[in-house]
């Protein structure tokens, strides 16, 4: 068995955990880094081929990984702050309706088409050795969504269904889905970068969010 896939959106992402790991020693620690592309549908089936591959070549992975930068909610995650997840969420699958919005789980659709479900827990393990290694992160529910909040009027909306949601992102729940598929472990890892909210260039502190994630990379030997 081989270590940890750790799977990025973009190869920025992918350089700054790697420098986070350039003093890492020895087979049995093995981190392997990959981008894999912006959104769900690439990301999870970018992830599902890297973990097949490595299934059919006889060097399993161990576990998964999702890590990069996100959107943090206001009053929850701090710009520069690292996240976990305790659960990576597919927060606008499912219908809209007059009265909101309905989850995938709520549609009436027979269990064996939902897979893992709308949302997918951490590993426990992995989850724990994370936090014991980055104490001072903040840990909550990552969403996943195919497009990024903007308004006041969607970023409370979230937030309100979503209460214990700290971040957002594009990837996580779909890598995620793959590593469950391949019953493997999975924790999420970010970085924030800008608030959540009205769309405001100003805000944003990208080089701080990278930093964070190089530090945080660590945790990840």
Same mark, same amino acid.
């Given at each position: 068995?081989?270590?940890?896939?750790?799977?990025?959106?973009?190869?920025? =992402?992918?350089?700054?955990?790697?420098?986070?790991?350039?003093?890492?020693?020895?087979?049995?620690?093995?981190?392997?880094?990959?981008?894999?592309?912006?959104?769900?549908?690439?990301?999870?089936?970018? *992830?599902?081929?890297?973990?097949?591959?490595?299934?059919?070549?006889?060097?399993?992975?161990?576990?998964?990984?999702?890590?990069?930068?996100?959107?943090?909610?206001?009053?929850?995650?701090?710009?520069?702050?690292?996240?976990?997840?305790?659960?990576?969420?597919?927060?606008?699958?499912?219908?809209?309706?007059?009265?909101?919005?309905?989850?995938?789980?709520?549609?009436?659709?027979?269990?064996?088409?939902?897979?893992?479900?709308?949302?997918?827990?951490?590993?426990?393990?992995?989850?724990?050795?994370?936090? *014991?290694?980055?104490?001072?992160? *903040?840990?909550?529910?990552?969403?996943?969504?195919?497009?990024?909040?903007? *308004?006041?009027?969607?970023?409370?909306?979230?937030?309100?269904?979503?209460?214990?949601?700290?971040?957002?992102?594009? =990837?996580?729940?779909?890598?995620?889905?793959?590593?469950?598929?391949?019953?493997?472990?999975?924790?999420?890892?970010?970085?924030?970068?800008?608030?959540?909210?009205?769309?405001?260039?100003?805000?944003?502190?990208?080089? =701080?969010?990278?930093?964070?994630?190089?530090?945080?990379?660590?945790?990840?030997?």
């Amino acid at each position: 068995m081989t270590g940890l896939l750790v799977v990025t959106a973009v190869p920025a =992402e992918a350089d700054a955990v790697r420098a986070g790991l350039t003093d890492l020693r020895g087979t049995d620690a093995t981190v392997t880094v990959a981008p894999v592309g912006v959104g769900s549908a690439v990301a999870g089936a970018a *992830t599902a081929r890297l973990l097949a591959l490595a299934e059919a070549a006889g060097r399993p992975y161990r576990a998964v990984v999702s890590a990069g930068i996100a959107g943090g909610f206001v009053g929850r995650a701090p710009v520069g702050g690292t996240v976990l997840a305790t659960r990576s969420v597919a927060a606008d699958l499912g219908a809209e309706s007059p009265t909101g919005f309905i989850p995938l789980e709520d549609l009436g659709m027979p269990p064996e088409l939902l897979g893992g479900g709308s949302v997918i827990p951490a590993d426990p393990g992995l989850l724990g050795a994370l936090r *014991t290694a980055l104490p001072e992160a *903040t840990v909550g529910a990552v969403l996943t969504v195919s497009t990024v909040t903007g *308004t006041a009027a969607s970023t409370a909306a979230l937030a309100d269904r979503h209460p214990d949601a700290v971040a957002e992102a594009m =990837e996580g729940y779909a890598v995620a889905v793959a590593a469950a598929q391949a019953g493997l472990p999975f924790a999420e890892l970010r970085t924030i970068s800008n608030p959540i909210g009205p769309r405001d260039r100003s805000s944003w502190r990208m080089r =701080e969010a990278f930093a964070a994630l190089t530090s945080a990379a660590a945790a990840l030997r």
